[in-house]
């Protein structure tokens, strides 16, 4: 009856495999008529199923409803376990089955998990070079984000670059990286300390608990040499994250310090061009309050147009155009949508056209800026988020 079962005649018939791996001599048998053999010949039958059986008995893998596996002993019975009836052996692989089953899902779940981490990102330090930095993954997409300065210098999709670093920047700590996305805080510009602040050339400590699947967040504080040019106590945030399709970015200011204190910043973003006056950048500049910087003194005006092509030096700022976006179009690769949320409120634009040796004809900078002094109070916060979306030429 057993040999005649419906369940034994699916079971496919497998060569032995020899196993000698263990002391005694072992052999593998898989299915119906081998299971029938060793139970006739008297033997220790002891059911190995489902994914790797026991000892090194293999796994046996059918695409039929049911497989069994089974180590042998090849020596007879001498002590051993009583020996496994038809109905157990055929309710053991039916169990093995199961297991196998499970295994299985269990490896699908795996590869469905390692797909979802996929399509999270991956974050990775580097630190072979002159200065570490940042890897951040997902998909066909990568951004580097320097410590030194918590600066982005390089974001891609698919292969195409939508940032610029200089050709004369430095990458050895050496001055404020020229390039990509830096910081200016707590001052733009020329003021009572250094141009453009200290922020930009410091080393950004990594949260490393934040840091993962595709993030990277970074933390500036103050010290005794921030304080001997800014007496204020701060704590800075900078959380840098690829989605799916773009890169956005959040900048927390906190006050820790017992009193007020006010700032100015920006992120100071060159995007890459394959030659600038071919480009065309729009926003909502018409109307707005117009500052040229490149006439002296200064002159502020009003926007004329919603578009800004950069044929000339040119050095302007639009007061309170954001939050909004701003799109860089370069007719060699597409559109680049600059998302200025909360935060944020100015736009400058800056180009020193010609300057070969700054590699002018390569970048513009489209900059999310606060102009105006910013307040805050101790104990308070002040955030603004930037994001890139870009869309490829077709």
């Not at 119906?32 to 033997?43: D, I, N, S, V």
């Not at 409803?65 to 020996?83: T, W």
């Not at 055929?90 to 795996?110: D, E, L, N, P």
């Not at 502020?300 to 000339?312: L, Q, W």
Request: with cysteine; proline share 6%.
């Amino acid at each position: 009856q057993f040999l005649r079962s419906p369940l034994l005649r699916s079971l496919p018939d497998q060569r032995s495999m020899a196993d000698s791996s263990r002391r005694a001599p072992m052999v593998v048998l898989a299915g119906a008529a081998t299971a029938a053999t060793a139970l006739a010949a008297g033997r220790t039958f002891a059911v190995a199923t489902g994914g790797a059986a026991r000892g090194s008995g293999g796994f046996l893998h059918s695409s039929s409803s049911l497989a069994a596996a089974a180590s042998v002993d090849a020596r007879p019975s001498s002590g051993a376990a009583p020996l496994l009836g038809a109905a157990a052996l055929v309710a053991t692989a039916a169990a093995g089955a199961r297991r196998a089953t499970r295994g299985r899902g269990q490896q699908a779940a795996k590869l469905r998990g390692s797909l979802v981490a996929a399509r999270s990102g991956s974050t990775s330090v580097d630190t072979s070079g002159p200065l570490p930095f940042v890897t951040l993954k997902r998909g066909n997409d990568e951004a580097t984000v320097y410590p030194y300065g918590a600066c982005v210098t390089s974001y891609k999709t698919d292969g195409t670059e939508w940032l610029a670093v200089r050709p004369d920047a430095k990458l050895d700590g050496s001055k404020p990286i020229s390039g990509g996305l830096p910081f200016c805080w707590p001052q733009f510009g020329p003021g009572a300390i250094q141009q453009h602040g200290f922020a930009r050339n410091l080393a950004w400590k990594v949260l490393e608990e934040s840091s993962k699947l595709g993030t990277a967040v970074f933390e500036l504080t103050d010290t005794e040499e921030t304080r001997a040019m800014w007496p204020h106590a701060f704590r800075l945030e900078y959380r840098v994250e690829l989605k799916d399709g773009e890169l956005a970015t959040t900048f927390t200011v906190k006050n820790t310090s017992a009193s007020d204190f006010s700032f100015s910043g920006a992120l100071h973003s060159y995007y890459s061009t394959k030659n600038v006056s071919a480009c065309k950048i729009t926003g909502p500049f018409a109307d707005a309050t117009k500052i040229d910087k490149t006439q002296d003194p200064a002159k502020t005006c009003k926007g004329t147009s919603n578009d800004v092509i950069v044929d000339k030096m040119t050095e302007e700022i639009y007061k309170e155009v954001l939050p909004g976006s701003v799109t860089l179009s370069d007719p060699s690769k597409g559109e680049l949508k600059i998302v200025s949320g909360g935060g944020w409120r100015d736009v400058v634009i800056w180009n020193p056209y010609g300057d070969e040796k700054m590699g002018a004809n390569g970048f513009v900078c489209v900059e999310s800026a606060e102009i105006d002094p910013v307040p805050l109070a101790p104990n308070g916060t002040w955030e603004a988020t930037m994001s890139l979306v870009p869309t490829k030429k077709a």
